[in-house]
């Protein structure tokens, strides 16, 4: 039960706080509304708890064997990501009106958690932190996802409906572009740290 508690207060911790993820739904939630992101709101909750229990179960033990495996998967969600951004910064609010622009989907956003920098933090750090030699190892990587699971639904639900309320605040297309821009200046922001990892694995190798 002590492990559970800390865990919960770790996942609630990380999840609450920006990253693609939020900036994301909450970007979703003043250009489409609640209604039209909930499937990617859903993809999100239900997507990143089964990628902590598949990185628990065995994929992490893939990539400590294959780091340049690891390595490319970031590349690409670098690189999937600053196509994002530009998707949203460059989104035309009358497009968007028009339905020329739909939001993502649950699909969509379960198998974006594999390119997410800040979710592949957030897997492998509470992997390794709350499960301990001798312990009953699938039990306590259950026990992890099981928590991520409890928040995710609060957590970036509240990112939505914070993102729905400015949506009824910018109703002019100019203020929605100003509000579109600087998501995505912000998605840009949460990469670098993931940008910096890749270049000094690449161009910067221990001696």
Request: charged fraction near 10%; include cysteine.
């Amino acid at each position: 039960m002590e492990l559970f508690f800390a865990v919960l207060f770790f996942a609630f911790s990380t999840t609450i706080t920006p990253g693609p993820n939020n900036v994301m739904i909450m970007s979703s939630g003043v250009n489409y509304g609640v209604k039209a992101s909930v499937p990617h709101w859903l993809g999100i909750c239900l997507g990143f708890p089964l990628m902590v229990l598949l990185v628990g179960l065995g994929f992490g033990v893939v990539f400590e064997r294959y780091p340049h495996l690891h390595q490319l998967i970031k590349v690409l969600g670098v690189a999937y990501l600053i196509w994002l951004a530009w998707q949203i910064a460059s989104a035309e609010p009358k497009a968007i009106e028009q339905g020329k622009s739909k939001p993502f989907s649950f699909m969509q956003a379960a198998l974006f958690q594999w390119v997410n920098g800040k979710a592949w933090v957030m897997a492998c750090g509470a992997v390794a932190a709350f499960t301990t030699v001798g312990g009953v190892y699938w039990l306590e990587v259950s026990i992890i996802s099981t928590a991520f699971l409890l928040v995710a639904f609060p957590c970036v639900g509240l990112w939505l409906v914070f993102g729905a309320a400015l949506r009824a605040i910018l109703t002019k297309a100019l203020f929605q572009r100003i509000f579109n821009i600087c998501m995505a200046i912000i998605l840009l922001l949460s990469v670098v740290p993931v940008v910096l990892e890749i270049w000094q694995y690449y161009f910067m190798p221990a001696i």
